[in-house]
């Protein structure tokens, strides 16, 4: 069998300002400046606020300065606004520290700093951490590894919809690592993320397919899995060659088919897009 893809460490920079109506002020203006993308004056009438101790604006002006969109990116800024807001307890941060630890920007790297922040917010229920932490365990990078923990992670994970998890589970279950080897399970855990647009889970998926293993064996689907799989170009964090993998084995399993089929499986294709826009 040809060889699954997994997904590696992320981090999340989910904005948790709150909405324009219940603000006024320099909250509201900063707001209305980030929305359209001026950043440097988001960041010039925040932080003031943000130094007064608003932690939900320190942790924005991390954002700004980690993006270094409209204003240079500057880690080390990033890193002190992330500190500050964690400081005042709030939880979100240390993901994104932990982020900036996990791959030495703006501070020298150490995974085991960035496991044990990791761990601050993934124990408050963040998914995005659960996820980060989860791939530091199945690796060994900060943490011994730990498939049994690594899945547990990724299970909490992938029960908020969290579809890198859910990606990786399917292939901890194809692998068999960390729970007995389950096909069936494998593929209904590729196929929530396939749904969810992933565009790895939807080449495994495929995989599953185009071998009969753990679903029956059906040229025509793993034709459509693989052809959405060949075209998730706007998907960071793809492996290097992903998209030519997939186009070359959707064309080999495209052989099996008569034209009619290819036909209907790209209709099939399309008419998934058009469902999961």
Not at 204 to 219: A, I, T
Not at 220 to 248: C, D, V
């Amino acid at each position: 069998m040809k060889r699954l893809i997994l997904t590696a460490l992320g981090a999340c920079a989910a904005s948790f300002i709150l909405s324009a109506s219940t603000m006024a002020g320099p909250l509201e203006d900063g707001l209305a400046a980030r929305q359209r993308g001026d950043n440097a004056e988001a960041v010039r009438l925040w932080t003031p606020l943000a130094q007064a101790g608003n932690f939900k604006l320190q942790y924005e002006l991390g954002l700004i300065n980690a993006e270094g969109r409209g204003v240079p990116r500057n880690y080390a800024e990033a890193l002190r606004w992330y500190r500050m807001a964690l400081a005042a307890g709030f939880t979100p941060a240390a993901d994104n520290l932990g982020a900036l630890y996990a791959h030495g920007r703006g501070v020298q790297e150490d995974d085991r700093e960035a496991a044990r922040l990791f761990k601050i917010a993934a124990d408050k229920g963040l998914a995005d951490a659960q996820y980060n932490l989860a791939v530091m365990y199945s690796s060994g990078v900060g943490v011994p590894r730990d498939y049994a923990e690594a899945i547990r992670l990724f299970r909490l994970a992938a029960d908020q919809n969290f579809v890198l998890a859910e990606q990786n589970l399917g292939a901890f279950y194809m692998l068999g690592q960390g729970v007995p080897k389950d096909s069936a399970e494998a593929s209904r855990w590729f196929r929530k993320a396939a749904d969810h647009g992933n565009p790895v889970a939807q080449y495994n998926l495929g995989l599953m397919y185009e071998n009969g293993d753990g679903v029956p064996k059906d040229f025509s689907e793993a034709y459509k899995w693989l052809t959405l799989a060949s075209q998730g170009s706007s998907t960071p964090g793809i492996p290097p060659g992903f998209l030519t993998e997939a186009a070359r084995l959707r064309d080999t399993v495209g052989a099996s088919l008569t034209p009619d089929q290819v036909a209907q499986a790209r209709a099939a294709a399309a008419a998934w897009r058009g469902q999961h826009r």
